[in-house]
């Protein structure tokens, strides 16, 4: 069983930075590409920005300029740093990962979400 585990959501006012890291742990051979999605209310989950395990990224043009992901394949982490935020950026953010087990079967997984808040 493989799970995705986020971390490093809150409250922050606007133009503040925050951090989100999302590890993978479990019976997991390799990962392939990783993303970060977020979900407003009354909105459908949009995908924020992505990279694959060579490092390779895309961003969404909503946050290009202002966030930056990265991972780490040895500790099986990727992060998002969020810089400048607006309160538009406001969600329930979601790791993804494509990831290839130790059995060999390839399956696409999801976190449970952390919530970012952006309010004065």
């Known amino acids: 069983q493989v799970q995705l585990v986020e971390s490093g959501g809150g409250l922050v006012q606007p133009g503040g930075s925050l951090r989100l890291s999302c590890v993978a742990s479990g019976s997991i051979f390799s990962i392939n590409d990783m993303g970060w999605y977020r979900q407003a209310p009354g909105k459908e989950r949009e995908l924020v920005a992505s990279?694959?395990?060579?490092?390779?990224?895309y961003y969404a043009g909503s946050v290009k300029g202002r966030f930056t992901i990265s991972r780490d394949n040895a500790k099986k982490t990727m992060y998002l740093q969020m810089n400048s935020l607006k309160p538009e950026d406001t969600a329930v953010y979601y790791c993804n990962a494509d990831v290839l087990a130790s059995t060999r079967s390839r399956t696409d997984y999801w976190g449970q979400g952390t919530q970012v808040t952006v309010s004065s």
């Open positions: 990279i694959t395990s060579g490092g390779s990224t």
